[in-house]
T-cell receptor, first 114, second 116 residues
């Protein structure tokens, strides 16, 4: 069965520090991979996606993610967080055969302290 | 450019009732997906509509049904409400189903349904 795991439920980071959010997936073949962010009072917003090619993907708001096939992981990183990065982050996958059907992880809540 | 809008934002129903949630797609988008997000969980795919036809469905019972209209707006209907239906219901629109834009969903803020 396919699944998406985000091991960290909650992460607290200081403003200006680096951030890494973990995502592991279980799939028969390499799926399409996504990171979405959900801020309070706002809808989910796509940060970045991986389809193929370069395994380091750049996204919006200074985020990047690295696909590692051997580890079935797609971790999200940001070198220096801003207070506005406080939000809930979701990793999602979609099978290449049904690429509209996203499966989301349970999310990681990020708190940024001054 | 108008984003995805959903109504109502909050509603309370009792078990056994029926509910209709509405969604207006982002301008230029012809595909609408609905997701259910229970408290503390990630969104779960309910179904997708493309050109007024259901294009795919997740693991939800038939009492969850939908419609898409010629202007690409959409409705989600849930019959015989159960307590476990309490959740945030998210609508997402996209340019088309599949291709290079696959997975690029634009979400509304959701409709929070509470079933008592």
């Amino acid at each position: 069965a396919q699944s998406v795991t985000q091991p960290d439920i909650h992460i607290t980071v200081s403003e200006g520090a680096s951030l890494e959010l973990r995502c592991n997936y279980s799939y028969g073949a390499t799926p399409y991979l996504f990171w979405y962010v959900q801020s309070p009072g706002q809808g989910l917003q796509l940060l970045l996606k991986y389809f193929s090619g370069d395994t380091l993907v750049q996204g919006i708001k200074g985020f990047e993610a690295e696909f590692k096939r051997s580890q079935s992981s797609f971790n999200l990183r940001k070198p220096s967080v801003h207070w506005s990065d406080a939000a809930e982050y979701f990793c999602a996958v979609a099978p290449r055969s049904n690429d509209y059907k996203l499966s989301f992880g349970a999310g990681t809540t990020v708190t940024v302290r001054a | 450019e108008t984003g995805v809008t959903q109504s109502p934002t909050h509603l309370i129903k009792t078990r056994g009732q029926q509910v209709t949630l509405r969604c207006s797609s982002q301008s230029g988008h012809n595909t609408v997906s609905w997701y259910q997000q229970a408290l503390g969980q990630g969104p779960q795919f309910i179904f997708q509509y493309y050109r007024e036809e259901e294009n795919g469905r997740g693991n939800f019972p038939p009492r969850f049904s939908g419609l898409q209209f010629p202007n690409y707006s959409s409705e989600l209907n849930v019959n015989a409400l159960e307590l476990d239906d309490s959740a945030l219901y998210l609508c997402a629109s996209s340019e088309s189903s599949g291709g290079a834009r696959a997975g690029e969903l634009f979400f509304g803020e959701g409709s929070r349904l509470t079933v008592l």
